[in-house]
């Protein structure tokens, strides 16, 4: 089983159980597939029994480094930053 099938079948809503049934392994190595693929970066970081209609329509980025993506407009820090310093100087570097 590639990768593609797999994240297909993470996305899906059918229970771990029926799923290794279905590819005739554990639990627990789908399981562990799953938290291989998690790792990489190619579904997100939480637990299917999490899943809502949002994380169905994940789109994988070849770049993600594992990290959660809190987006640039969504970022607390960035977001914090700006209100203690404005924004008037964004992108210039402001001598102390």
Known sequence: MNDAELIELWHSR????????MLGV???????LWQGLRDEGK???IKRS??????????P?????G???VGFYNDPLL?????VHGK???GQRVEP
């Open 88 to 90: 008037e100087n964004r």
């Open 50 to 59: 999490m899943l809502g209609d949002e994380v169905h329509a994940y789109v």
């Open 14 to 21: 059918q229970p771990n159980s029926e799923i290794a049934m």
């Open 26 to 32: 554990t639990v627990e190595t789908v399981q562990r």
């Open 43 to 45: 579904v997100p970081d």
């Open 67 to 69: 990290r959660p993506s």
């Open 61 to 65: 980025n070849p770049d993600h480094d």
């Open 79 to 83: 977001s914090k930053l700006w209100e």
